[in-house]
């Protein structure tokens, strides 16, 4: 294959800022030739506007059966991700989904499976894995140059958002419309960037506060702590309902300490390992001599454009995927462990039990608010 013909399945906010840089060419191989979406307003003057040629559909049934593209970019509300996927993998397509990758971990694998079943390229709009910063830091980890993970700390409380936000369509912040909160919402790129960088934690206690901030349905507030195989320990933080915010990654090892915050990063590196100081030092009070330094990051990157880059490469050069499409399932992990978690009162295991979860889950969903996602009613198992 030389060229991907690429349909995009949900034309609103992020549908149509894919829509706009590949119609512009700027994803070399890849040609924009289909758009889907419920609500036919739009696609009004779809193909004027992009300068393309253009296919139009008001129902993905009828854009994937049509024959037309090789790929599609998923682009709809969470909740339609993994059937969506599943239904371009049975008819022999290349996807590409926007985050997260759904709501339920048991849909997630459901998607999985499909995808590996298929044998096409499946990737996840995991942008932020793109930018240096980030990429530095799973290096400096991965590499072993911190030494063993000790600690972790994850402070994301930076998305603020009113009540304005959440009262603008009858969907958001519900658990029939979105299926959860600032986990759902805001921070599937914090929970992937988390589990990518660090490793998937084995146990969990967390709180998740529910409107505590907002009148919403659904999470706001959210505190989690985790433990790691090896004994290390993490905390999370993350809400929609505090200003200024703080983005800010500290990791502890065994050869010192890493911070990620504001776009710099920070590494205080122990001159010997911490744990041999511990146990060899005689002299009673003391630390490790420390040096700090500064580490450079390099220049910021493209981002939704890299991914999808990437995505193209791997469909025609069979390049390996910076965000593969199955690594998408351990974020929802965390976050379905999560609310698990304080929907239960207590521990929980992962990877998490995913029936109990999608109970748990379901009883919210009858008794929600928002019955509707675009347009698209939706039923009390989590189908449409």
């Not at 507030?221 to 004994?231: K, L, P, Q, S």
């Not at 992990?333 to 304080?342: F, K, V, W």
């Amino acid at each position: 294959m030389d060229e991907v013909r690429i349909g995009i399945i949900g034309h609103g906010g992020m549908g149509s800022y894919h829509a706009r840089y590949l119609s512009k060419g700027q994803i070399p191989r890849a040609r924009l030739v289909a758009l889907c979406d419920v609500d036919s307003t739009r696609l009004d003057g779809a193909a004027e506007r992009y300068g393309v040629p253009l296919a139009c559909y008001t129902a993905a049934d009828e854009l994937l059966a049509a024959g037309g593209v090789d790929a599609v970019i998923i682009a709809t509300p969470h909740y339609f991700h993994p059937p969506l996927a599943v239904q371009a993998f049975g008819h022999g397509l290349h996807v590409l989904s926007e985050k997260p990758a759904g709501v339920y971990t048991r849909q997630v694998r459901q998607m999985n499976e499909a995808a590996a079943a298929s044998g096409r390229v499946f990737g996840v709009m995991f942008n932020q894995r793109t930018r240096p910063e980030h990429q530095k830091v799973r290096e400096l980890v991965q590499s072993g140059e911190l030494g063993e993970l000790k600690r972790v700390i994850y402070i994301i409380n930076s998305w603020f958002r009113s009540q304005s936000y959440y009262d603008s369509g009858g969907w958001r912040a519900t658990w029939a419309g979105e299926g959860g909160g600032v986990l759902a919402n805001q921070c599937p790129h914090n929970l992937d960037l988390w589990q990518w960088i660090c490793g998937m934690p084995v146990r969990m206690r967390a709180f998740c506060h529910f409107g505590k901030y907002h009148d919403i349905e659904v999470d706001d507030d959210v505190t989690a702590y985790v433990e790691y195989a090896n004994g290390a320990t993490g905390v999370f933080i993350t809400s929609t309902g505090e200003a200024p915010g703080t983005n800010r990654l500290e990791l502890h090892g065994d050869r010192g300490k890493l911070v990620l915050e504001g776009g710099k990063l920070d590494f205080w590196r122990t001159r010997v390992p911490v744990g041999d100081f511990l146990r060899e030092y005689k002299g009673g009070f003391g630390s490790p001599e420390v040096w700090k330094c500064e580490v450079p990051v390099g220049r910021p990157g493209e981002e939704h454009e890299a991914i999808t880059r990437n995505w193209v490469e791997a469909i025609v050069d069979g390049k390996p995927l910076l965000a593969a499409g199955q690594e998408g399932i351990n974020g929802v992990q965390l976050a379905n462990a999560m609310m698990l978690s304080t929907w239960t009162d207590g521990w929980v295991s992962l990877p998490v039990d995913e029936e109990l979860f999608y109970e748990q889950l379901q009883q919210r969903v009858r008794t929600s608010t928002g019955k509707k996602t675009d347009g698209v009613a939706m039923k009390v198992d989590g189908t449409f």
